[in-house]
Every structure is written in C-alpha cells, then in structure tokens.
C-alpha cells in the first residue's frame, strides 16, 4: 500500500481481478464489522518506511467498522533518548538480554531497568511515539479515493500500573506491571468510533509512573476487552516456521516449536515472547491471536482479508466449530461441493436436494464462509456419510479428519452400529481411516445406489473402539 492510488487494469481489458478480489474480501468485511481489534508494533516501526502504509491500513480498517486499540511499543526510542543523556540502558536479570552482538532492535522479553534518572527519557519517548501517532491519524489517506478520511485517536490513563519490583536482588526501580486496564473507558470511546491509542505506562492510584512492557500492555488489554482479535505486527515474523500457519492455544508444544530452526537467538526471543502472549490471550477469552510480519506493508489486510492470511494464527480453541447445517448453509455447501460434482467425485445434488436434506449436513466454518461439509443419513442401525469435501485450500489442515470423527461419535450416540460410505475415487483415504472394503449386500434394503457410478463400498464398525 503506498501514497499512490495503484495503477489498476482497466475495465476494457475485461480483467476480472477487481471482482475477484471484491468477492473474496466482502465475507470478512462482513463478519469483522464491530468487532474489537488490540494491534501492537514496537517502536521501530514508527520511524521507519512500513509506518505510513500502516496508518492507511489503520484507518482503512477504522472506517470499515472495526474498533481498534493501538498499542505501541517504545524500546528504540528509549535507547535513543537515554543515548542523548549518555546514559547506558540496564537490563535486569530477571528476562532475557539482548544480543548485544545484534545491531538490529528486536523486541525481546528482556526486562529494562527504570531509574530515576532515565524517566525523563521514557516520557519523551512517549511523547516522541504519541505525536507521530496522531499526527499520521489526521492526514486521512491522501491520494486515494478515501482522502480526508480522518480518525479522531484517543488516549488516556487507562492503565493502573504497579510495580516490577525487586527480584533477584535488582530493584527495578520505575519499571512496571499492569495491575489492571479501565476497560469500561476504552469500550465507550470504541463506541464513539475513536481509536484508542495505548502507550506502555501506566499509572499506581498515588500517581508514580512506571513503564510497562508493550507486549503486556497488548495482551492484558485485549483479555480486559475480551477482544475478538490481539495482532502482533512484528518485524521478526518472517522467522516463523513456514510450515506452521495455525494452531490452537491448547495445543502441548512449546512456543519455540513453531519458529524456525534457523532463526537466530534474538529472533527467538522475541517471537517467544509474542507466542507466549497470544498463547495466554487465547486461553484467557481472545477468539483469536496474529503475528503478522510488520516489514510487509501489505501482510496485515492480507491475513485480515483473504482465506490463506499472511501470518501465524492461534485460536483459542473454537475457531472452527462444526455445527448442523442449516438453510442459509446452502449457498456455501453448493459453492463447495460442485467443483467435486463436476469432475465425477461426487453424485449431483441441485439447491432443491440439498434444502430438501440439510437436516442430514454439518459443516465447518471459517470467517463465515463453509471450508467442510458431510452428510449422515441414518436407516436404523445403519448411518451413510456423503457428501465429504473440503475447500481446496484446507485438505491439508485435518478437517476431513475432524469432521469424519465428529461423525463418528454422532453415530455411535444414535446407536449406529456400521457407519458407511460408497465412494468412486477416495477410498484409499477411507481405509487410512480405518474404514474397510465390503460387499454391498451388507447394506440395509432401503438404501438404494445409482448403478452407472460403480461407486465401491466401505464400511466402519462402530462398536469397535
């Protein structure tokens, strides 16, 4: 995203990229209207190129509807202004160091020591962040077709702080912990469609300032808020292990199993640190966490507004739920399913089929759009699954797999005792689900099997566990 309006083809050419993009986007348009985003970036970002297109993308997001909480970090600037003093930065023992080996900032978890002296630095810093903050807000999006578009940004003491502490025999002195965020406050001030800007100080009911860490600041506000999303738009996201797109918040590993084997120490640090957060965000009421990379102006409409995303996603357990079908499923379900239909995979069903036995189809969900559907028919004893298909997209997540073992488990407490399926071309991945060959004289008489499919037979024992 840049000042320029981009130089789009035009219409005559008949390219249908503007379409595409319109119908692929407008789901999550929809489905994110009113909800309430915290997004953190570390200090580095605001002097730096990304920090313009990150507005624009900011205030794009504002004017869609979204309620935003932006929390900022304030590491560089602290460094910068304590180097002015010439006052060398103290990091405690109780997290973990920089590398100071790395000549690049990363936001580790490292723990700053607050003297006295070096408060005069922390509140310029804020003050430094703060101004750049409201300033780019007022300039709205200029040269694009929402010039003028300004967002009112708020800001306040709505962080009670109290103090780090002593540990481990170092005093941190004015270095602080959230102690508690006025939730009531920023919710009103989201309501009034401001966008609440959050700095990492906070305040003790005496009025001593501490400085917080941001991450903290992110994390704790958005569980105040019971916030549908927390984003960590971070400049170290490029080190996430390529294979790892998603996984849920109660998922056993540790957080440094989904960063890559190659990424250096201070990456991993900071990456921790982030995970961790969104980890403990997730189980405390957050639908949903994003470390997104910060250095690619694009990657934050990316993972907000198309299937695949651009970052690592935690959910918090129910971000894709199975559930019945219902009939404004339909129009999902035939989306889904009629590539396969076309290519023979599966037997044609027309819209007045499917709304005639929507009673019978589950599906899964993502951002309001049908990803999974099956069917489960019962004659008796006996239960049928058909209708099983996964957007492309998404075969290689397991979502066959859940939905098939959500099946499973249905049957069983109807008091099924064979589940069945007749397929044409997937039976290999029946038998990998423990499903076996059978003839088709084992099926109950009232089912009855187009002839011209040659569709085979599979069958799983129920009773078996």
Not at 31 to 53: L, N
Not at 117 to 134: F, G, I, M, T
Not at 255 to 280: E, H, N, P, W, Y
Not at 365 to 379: H, P, Q, T
Request: glycine content about 6%.
């Amino acid at each position: 995203m840049t000042d320029q309006i981009p130089e789009h083809p035009r219409i005559d050419q008949q390219s249908d990229w503007p379409i595409d993009w319109l119908r692929q986007t407008s789901p999550y348009i929809n489905t994110q209207r009113g909800k309430t985003f915290v997004i953190w970036f570390g200090g580095e970002m605001a002097d730096s190129a990304a920090f313009t297109p990150l507005i624009h993308d900011l205030t794009l997001l504002s004017h869609l509807g979204i309620k935003l909480v932006v929390v900022h970090g304030m590491r560089a600037q602290i460094d910068d202004e304590l180097a002015d003093q010439q006052i060398t930065p103290d990091f405690g023992s109780a997290g973990l160091q920089i590398d100071q080996s790395d000549s690049s900032r990363h936001q580790t978890p490292s723990v700053r020591v607050t003297a006295t002296e070096a408060l005069p630095a922390v509140r310029s810093a804020v003050a430094n962040v703060r101004c750049k903050l409201e300033s780019a807000f007022s300039q709205g999006l200029p040269n694009s077709p929402m010039s003028g578009a300004q967002v009112t940004l708020a800001s306040g003491n709505f962080i009670v702080a109290k103090p780090y502490g002593v540990r481990n025999g170092i005093d941190y002195q004015h270095t602080g912990e959230v102690r508690k965020i006025r939730a009531q406050k920023i919710r009103a001030l989201l309501n009034a469609e401001m966008v609440v800007m959050l700095s990492p100080i906070g305040y003790s009911p005496t009025g001593e300032m501490f400085n917080l860490l941001a991450e903290d600041v992110a994390m704790q506000t958005a569980i105040a808020l019971n916030a549908d999303k927390l984003i960590f738009l971070h400049q170290d996201a490029n080190a996430i292990d390529k294979n790892t797109r998603e996984f849920s918040a109660s998922d056993p590993r540790q957080s440094t199993a989904f960063i890559s084997a190659d990424a250096g120490a201070a990456q991993k640090q900071s990456l921790k640190s982030v995970i961790d957060r969104s980890i403990q965000a997730c189980r405390q009421g957050v639908n949903r966490s994003h470390i997104v990379d910060a250095t690619l102006d694009d990657a934050l409409l990316r993972e907000l507004f198309t299937r695949d995303g651009s970052g690592l996603l935690i959910d918090s357990g129910a971000y894709d739920n199975i559930r019945s079908a219902d009939t404004n499923s339909v129009s999902g379900i035939i989306q889904l399913i009629q590539p396969l239909i076309e290519d023979g995979t599966l037997v044609h069903r027309s819209k007045q089929d499917l709304e005639r036995e929507i009673q019978n189809f589950y599906i899964i969900e993502r951002e309001g759009s049908v990803i999974c559907c099956a069917s489960l028919k019962y004659y008796g004893e006996f239960a049928e699954l058909g209708c099983l298909a996964v957007h492309p997209d998404f075969r290689a997540s397991g979502k066959a797999t859940d939905i098939l073992e959500y099946l499973v488990k249905t049957a069983r407490q109807n008091h099924c005792h064979t589940l069945f399926v007749l397929s044409t071309r997937s039976g290999d991945w029946f038998l990998e689900q423990g499903f076996k060959p059978d003839t088709k004289a084992t099926l109950p008489e009232s089912k009855t099997i187009e002839a011209t499919r040659g569709s085979k037979l599979y069958t799983l024992d129920l009773l078996r566990k």
